[in-house]
């Protein structure tokens, strides 16, 4: 199975997931959030960190390694992330070397392979 290489991770506010009637998580994903160490994208809906916006994003890209989670690893701009392909949750996260800041979630959004082709 290919996964994609690069994608980018929006670290967005806890309350910008409250807007809509359980935020759409699961208890395991809020833990995990508040844990600072998951976040999902609905596919469906790439801007789903509107409408409190992200503090702040990072393009991370495949190193070529398994994290200690099982899944593949991504780095760039200051964040190392694992995450799972099929779901684009993100498993495990450091920010700078550090856990996610409690309050903040992170949401990925997978990158357009012939906009990045183009730059």
Same mark, same amino acid.
């Given at each position: 199975?290919?996964?994609?290489?690069?994608?980018?991770? &929006? &670290?967005? @506010?806890?309350?910008? /997931? !409250?807007?809509? #009637?359980?935020?759409?998580?699961? %208890?395991? #994903?809020?833990?995990?959030?508040?844990?600072?160490?998951a976040g999902t994208a609905d596919a469906a809906e @790439? +801007?789903?960190?509107? @409408?409190?916006?992200?503090? *702040?994003?990072?393009?991370?890209?495949?190193?070529? %390694?398994? $994290?200690?989670?099982?899944? @593949?690893?991504?780095?760039?701009?200051?964040?190392?992330?694992?995450? +799972?392909p099929a779901t684009h949750a993100v498993e495990a996260?450091?920010? +700078?070397?550090?856990?996610?800041?409690? $309050? &903040?979630?992170?949401?990925?959004? /997978? *990158?357009?392979?012939? *906009? !990045?082709?183009? *730059?």
């Amino acid at each position: 199975m290919s996964h994609p290489q690069s994608y980018e991770i &929006l &670290l967005v @506010p806890r309350f910008a /997931e !409250d807007t809509t #009637e359980a935020a759409g998580t699961t %208890e395991a #994903e809020d833990t995990a959030a508040a844990e600072g160490t998951a976040g999902t994208a609905d596919a469906a809906e @790439p +801007d789903a960190a509107e @409408p409190g916006g992200a503090v *702040r994003s990072a393009v991370v890209s495949a190193t070529g %390694e398994t $994290g200690a989670s099982g899944y @593949p690893r991504y780095s760039g701009e200051g964040i190392v992330a694992d995450i +799972d392909p099929a779901t684009h949750a993100v498993e495990a996260l450091l920010v +700078d070397g550090a856990e996610l800041a409690f $309050g &903040l979630s992170a949401r990925v959004k /997978e *990158r357009d392979a012939e *906009r !990045d082709a183009d *730059r």
